[in-house]
């Protein structure tokens, strides 16, 4: 979720200035500081030649995270259809039936999280959580959509810094595209001019009325709230996809990368959660010992704006083999979570 260093593996304090450089020492300090709860997803990788963060080819584009020439594609291949940075999210399998829920997670890592249950949940000023919202029906249809753009020119990639590290998830951006090096939003990606994909209408009207129905269920939980207590509705120009493995993770950030006005308004932020169960931290400082925790499962919509826009915010871990089965049959998606989170810049 953008704003934050935050897609992605870098973990934040307030804002920045655009640039996103870090010394060894000041790496070992923020990695001494996040618990196993929430560990430093800012990580050096061995990268092998395929990789598309290779940091030596970083290094022949003076010091840019990607460049023409990025180990990836031929010489002067324009991204033309090569699906050398092509993931599937869905590929085919033989077979693949879906595991039993691993409820012993909870007891290894001694996690409690708060406020989950059925029904709607209200955990502060313009933040609530819709547990179960989005059909099964649905989550199968953004499934198969986001597979269908996240695998042509403009979708599913890895996205990495200049120094070689790479953010523990694949991403896709629709609107607009952010970058997680400069924390700026543009029409075109560094990694290879691709042109991001419009948001379908139909997510834009499922955006409207999640944030609709919100609003009239604060109401009905606090009948005093006014104007303010409430989620400004907005049609987003802005969706970030992010495809979490088994072992993905998102560290704690803000998302602030987006305009003045949208900030100022107080322009809520979606989130759509489908396939494996996440842990999702937020809080109101930098430090993720401090956070409230709650588990998003498959079909629920978190929904943050107003006061608590600026609130930090992570993941933790992922719980595997939490989707629900016909999720799995229907659309043949990979083990772990997509995420799509709607602003508007």
């Not at 029906?137 to 959509?145: A, G």
């Given at each position: 979720m953008p704003g934050h260093n935050r897609h992605g593996n870098r973990s934040?304090?307030?804002?920045?200035?655009?640039?996103?450089?870090?010394?060894?020492?000041?790496?070992?300090?923020?990695?001494?500081?996040?618990?196993?709860?929430?560990?430093?997803?800012?990580k050096n990788v061995k990268l092998d030649d395929n990789d598309e963060c290779n940091s030596?080819?970083?290094?022949k584009n003076g010091g840019k995270p990607y460049g023409k020439d990025d180990g990836?594609?031929?010489?002067?291949?324009?991204?033309?259809?090569?699906?050398?940075?092509?993931f599937d999210i869905c590929?085919?399998?033989?077979?693949?039936?879906p595991k039993a829920p691993s409820l012993f997670l909870y007891k290894v890592?001694?996690?409690?999280?708060?406020?989950?249950?059925?029904?709607?949940?209200?955990?502060?000023?313009?933040?609530?959580?819709?547990?179960?919202?989005?059909?099964?029906?649905?989550?199968?249809?953004?499934?198969?959509?986001?597979?269908?753009?996240?695998?042509?020119?403009?979708?599913?990639?890895?996205?990495?810094?200049?120094?070689?590290?790479?953010l523990n998830l694949k991403m896709m951006c629709l609107g607009k595209n952010w970058d997680p090096e400069t924390?700026?939003?543009?029409?075109?990606?560094?990694?290879?001019?691709?042109?991001?994909?419009?948001?379908?209408?139909?997510?834009h009207d499922m955006v409207i009325k999640a944030l609709q129905d919100s609003n009239a269920y604060i109401m009905n939980q606090v009948p005093e709230a006014n104007v303010g207590a409430l989620n400004p509705l907005m049609v987003p120009d802005i969706c970030i996809v992010n495809f979490y493995s088994e072992s993905g993770k998102l560290g704690f950030h803000q998302d602030e990368d987006e305009s003045e006005m949208s900030l100022k308004k107080g322009l809520p932020v979606v989130s759509f959660s489908i396939g494996d169960s996440a842990e999702f931290l937020y809080g109101e400082t930098?430090?993720?010992?401090?956070?409230?925790?709650?588990?998003?499962?498959?079909g629920d919509v978190l929904i943050f704006g107003g006061k608590s826009r600026h609130i930090f915010h992570g993941v933790s871990y992922i719980l595997p083999d939490t989707a629900q089965t016909s999720l799995i049959e229907s659309t043949d998606m990979r083990p772990g979570r997509l995420n799509l989170t709607f602003r508007k810049y």
């Open positions: 934040v304090s307030g804002k920045s200035d655009g640039k996103i450089k870090q010394t060894n020492a000041e790496r070992k300090m923020k990695s001494k500081i996040v618990t196993d709860g929430l560990q430093s997803v800012l030596k080819n970083s290094n990836n594609r031929e010489s002067g291949d324009k991204d033309n259809g090569s699906n050398k940075m092509r590929p085919k399998r033989d077979n693949v039936k890592r001694g996690n409690q999280p708060k406020h989950k249950g059925k029904g709607n949940v209200y955990f502060r000023p313009v933040m609530v959580l819709m547990n179960n919202y989005i059909s099964i029906e649905d989550q199968i249809s953004i499934v198969k959509t986001c597979r269908e753009l996240g695998v042509n020119n403009g979708g599913f990639y890895q996205p990495c810094y200049s120094d070689g590290s790479k924390k700026l939003y543009s029409e075109t990606r560094p990694v290879d001019n691709a042109e991001s994909h419009p948001i379908p209408e139909v997510f930098w430090n993720p010992d401090d956070a409230e925790k709650v588990i998003l499962e498959s």
